[in-house]
């Protein structure tokens, strides 16, 4: 198992967002996390990658066999863990070229990048521009994605890479992930399912108020979901803990 | 301008309206003899942006203590550019002498007294009219002496329609520890012209200084001008002034500083727009680490018709030991004026540390690119290779913190 969460809670503040949350992805699965906004989806995100403000209170994370519930974000980011963000902060002075360089490290992998840039259209006038600074929705989910794949990470956590986009860039994204997921592993979050039209995922789950209800095959929730929206999970029993 | 000694005199006990007051008796105007330009002067002149190694390409202007070392103009900008000391300006042209105290009083306070009276040295720069001066043009202050008090004037004229980058790069030789540097400038730009003004500090821990600059901004005239101060000083205080009195001109006053040890800097800019649809900015990014104390003083005031004035104050704290001020001031005598200020001062935004830290980049990197980040050069307009340089200079500062 890549990853493995049990029975996690976590809390900003005093509030307890996510109460009691069960994961397993395996290797080379691509996995799709669904639910409406403000259930939580984004705090499991940052609660995986260690973001100091989610506090784990209950339960663990599990990556590649390693406790890593207390281990400090970048080593969780050594160990393989890449987050493309629903909502990165403005970085001001800080240019996405010297950023993306950082990341790749220049190694000899600078061609490969330089592709990558190229086929996620990221260009020469974006590069020379402040990270996130005035950057529109969808160049903000290209950079961040350009990002996340320029760290070669094993296990890609992708937080809504599809809304806010346009269809030009929804393609270009699709098509880059569909591939980059061939070899590797993911979880995703997706708000309406767009991102499906380009990827085979291997398992689906629903996120209500902070805790996962129920699991599945990918497009038979999606559909559901399209046509009864989420009221539908909360009555939902048969595919629950399946 | 004509002086009245006698009122110099009395102006030499003046204290200054900011900053620390010093006691000008502790320094002297002795000098010790003018070293050669070895590989230790070109190195720390190059840490104030000058290349002296590329004298003989650019032009370039050497002072060090109280005379000029060297001075030559670029070849290719042979009658373009009039490069002269202040001295041989003011024997060489009965007009110089008109333009210097024009656009700062000689009475303002001690320093400008002193410059007044006992003053030695600085250039006097003149780029002709309609001349475009692609190449930029360096001069370098740099003391030698022990306590020694160095008081330059400079005047720099742009004619009309010229267009020019100029650097002044002020400094200590690294093994003096004390000494007070005062430097009067004052910049003319004329109807058209666009001047790109860039003043780089690096000062030994135990070094006053005081600079006054006043800068006469004509029709449809640009200038950027930029300071830059890195490390340390004992005390710095300065208060740039400008007037904008044609129409549609424009100035821009950017400054970059980051402060160590208990350096304190009382460092403002002040512009006064007069003509029609002027534009005027002042945008000030201050880093303070350790000890070190910044006031931030911006003034615009708007007596022209549809003036547009924008006052940034951001500074960043990294220690707890240091302290920022902000102090912003718009003056409007216009109904249809528009002036606008914002101040900030903060500690390293967290969001941005996680944010770079789930990149894979480790704590202490991530701090110094956001601090680097901070300190932007970019609306400086500065040439390539300059600003390659300054940043270089950035991260040799940045490398203990
Ligand atoms: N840093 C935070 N501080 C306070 N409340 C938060 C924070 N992060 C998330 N929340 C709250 O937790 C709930 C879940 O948010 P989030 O995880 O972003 O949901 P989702 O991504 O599913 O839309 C929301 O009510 C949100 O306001
Ligand atoms: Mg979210």
Known sequence: MLL???DLHVEVGDRLLLKGIDLEIGEGETHILFGPNGSGKSSLVMAIIGHPGYKVIDGRIIFKGIDITEKPTAERVKLGIGVVFQNPPKIYGIRLRELINRISGKRERGDDILKLLDRLNITENLLNRHVNVGFSGGEIKRCEIAQALAMNSDFLILDEPDSGVDVENLELIGRELSKVLEKKSALIITHHGYILRYLKPTKAH????????????????????????????????????S | MQVDEEKLRKALSKPAAYGPDLDLSQYSMEAVEQPKVDEEIIERSFEVGVDLRKRGALTTFLQIDHGALYKSVQKQFEGDVELLTIEEAVRKYDWVKE???????P???KYTAFNALHGAGGYFLRILEDRKIHMPIQACFLMFSPGAIQSVHNII???PGSEAQILTGCTSHPKVSRGLHVGITEIYVRSGARLNYTMIHKWNPGFDVRPRTGILVEDAATIIHNYIAIGYVRSFQSQPTARLVGGNSKITMNNVVYLQGSSEMDLG??????????????ITNAVAAERAKIINRGKISCEGEGGK??????????????EISAIPCLVSRRMDSELTHEAAIGR????QLFYLMARGIPREEAESLIVRGFLDLSPMNLPEHLEQGIRRIIDMALQGF
């Open chain 2, 348 to 351: 390293i935004a967290e969001d």
């Open chain 2, 269 to 282: 800019g002040e512009v006064l727009i007069e003509g029609k649809g002027d534009k005027a900015e002042i």
């Open chain 2, 309 to 322: 004035g924008h006052i940034s104050c951001r500074g960043l704290m990294l220690s707890d030991s240091a």
């Open chain 2, 99 to 105: 333009l210097m105290w024009k656009l700062r009083s």
């Open chain 2, 157 to 159: 004229v742009a004619e």
């Open chain 2, 107 to 109: 009475y303002e306070d």
């Open chain 1, 206 to 241: 629903v996120m209500i108020q902070g805790t996962i209800i129920c699991h599945g095959d990918p497009d038979q929730i999606l559909n559901q979901i399209m046509r009864e929206g989420y009221r539908w999970c909360e009555k939902c029993r048969l595919m629950r803990r």
């Open chain 1, 4 to 6: 493995k969460i049990e």
